[in-house]
């Protein structure tokens, strides 16, 4: 299953990515960088550099991470919405894949599946008209991180 990110509001996406995985299904995410995240700008820009504040002073390599690339960004909110300490969560974590942009050689090289741009499903409940929106692509880069 390739879902595409483009529109969807991370959470609704995060969970809906995570129900498919706990069922056995290979999910494979691609265009993180044009999901979106709702809410004020100022608002989720300080809440994101607030954040990467959060660290273990004793000793800095023990975590925790916080990531500033958006398909690490987007596979870690979706862990969020699993098990991920147990066996089936574990299972389920292994089996989703993130990535930015639509890397078709890449996708056929790891998976074996030929990407054909109808063969993307869009999530209409993963979609909803917002006002006050900034894209996964824009509060990464607004945290300093490249891709």
């Not at 958006?70 to 974590?93: S, T, W």
Request: glycine content about 8%.
């Amino acid at each position: 299953m390739i879902i595409d990110a483009r529109g969807c509001i991370v959470g609704r996406l995060a969970s809906h990515v995570a129900k498919k995985s706990l069922a056995g299904e290979q999910v494979i995410v691609v265009n993180a960088e044009k999901a979106i995240i709702s809410g004020r700008d100022k608002m989720i820009l300080s809440e994101e550099k607030d954040k990467q504040d959060i660290r273990n002073l004793g000793n800095p390599l023990r975590g925790p991470f916080h990531h500033k690339r958006p398909d690490k960004y987007l596979r870690k909110a979706i862990r969020g919405m699993l098990p991920y300490k147990r066996y089936r969560g574990k299972k389920a974590y292994e089996n989703v894949m993130v990535y930015v942009g639509l890397p078709k050689e890449e996708i056929k090289k790891r998976h074996g599946i030929e990407v054909k741009d109808s063969d993307l499903i869009e999530l209409k409940d993963a979609r909803k008209k917002v006002r006050n929106h900034l894209t996964l692509g824009e509060v990464c880069s607004a945290i300093g991180g490249r891709w």
